[in-house]
């Protein structure tokens, strides 16, 4: 069974930094796509950051260039994203997903985990 399972959210004020974790089970992430998403209250999901290792390719959102980082640790089958200077704006529920198709888009993503709440305070 595919399962996905994200955690590392929290309350934290701007500037600070936070670290979420994704831990995959069931199956090798290395033969997926891995994505973060992010959902505001009233705001569509989007894609934060993706990366592929078959394509060897990463991909950010304008909104989190040179302040997030996607990052695999294939060992622990476990992507994480290290998000620093965080904004107010930044707050949302951040969901992590798995999917053969490596796109931005969350749609394309099939297996998702649970939420897990970002906060930031001003």
């Known amino acids: 069974e595919v399962q996905l399972q994200a955690s590392g959210g929290g309350l934290v004020q701007a500037g600070g930094s936070l670290r979420l974790s994704c831990a995959a089970s069931g199956f090798t992430f290395d033969d997926y796509a891995i994505g973060w998403f992010r959902q505001a209250p009233g705001k569509e999901r989007e894609g934060v950051s993706c990366?592929?290792?078959?394509?060897?390719?990463?991909y950010y959102a304008d909104s989190v260039k040179g302040r997030f980082t996607i990052s695999s640790d294939n060992a622990k089958n476990t992507v994480y994203l290290q998000m620093n200077s965080l904004k107010p704006e930044d707050t949302a529920v951040y969901y992590c997903a798995a999917g053969h198709t490596y796109s931005s888009w969350w749609l394309e993503y099939d297996y998702w985990g649970q939420g897990t709440q970002v906060t930031v305070s001003s």
């Open positions: 990366m592929s290792s078959i394509e060897g390719s990463t």
